[in-house]
């Protein structure tokens, strides 16, 4: 994936206002990506991650959306895990539960509470960035679709 088109769109988040409430039309792509579990290449990866996250916030604003998608986590980590992308995983448990950490090539991070996985590979410490994507995964979604769209554009 292209590194500065990821650091571009961490830049950006911080400017955005948080999302009110869930787009029918993005929770659909979400599941659908879900179900799909593409991750050919870094960028569906990408996709699948946003579709994760945009999920993860919209069960916030509506209980009915569920958690049904982590269970899903320990199908693709390890998948993804086996692949020579530029993809980390850090699985962080302790006492009162447990957090994934998935880092895209450096410099983009999701962040998930109690995903339904018990252990990853990878051992690399990743601690959180400070950066809340809950608040505007849609936006983050819509992007990643476009990254999609775009063939992932090569590295400048």
Known sequence: MNPALL????????????EESNDEELLGLAKQ???ERRID???HCFLLFAAFNYLNAAVKRDKSVGYYFKAV????VPLI???????DFYLDSDAKGSILYVEFEGCFQFSFHNPNIKAIA??????????RKQG??????????????AGDLPEV
């Open 7 to 18: 650091s571009k769109l961490t830049a950006s988040l911080s400017s955005l206002s948080p």
């Open 33 to 35: 990506t879900i179900k």
């Open 41 to 43: 290449d870094e960028a």
């Open 73 to 76: 986590f320990k199908e693709v």
């Open 81 to 87: 895990e086996d692949n020579d992308f530029d993809i």
């Open 122 to 131: 990878s051992k690399r410490v990743i601690s959180f960035d400070g950066i």
């Open 136 to 149: 505007v995964a849609g936006f983050i979604l819509k992007q990643a679709r476009l990254f999609i769209r």
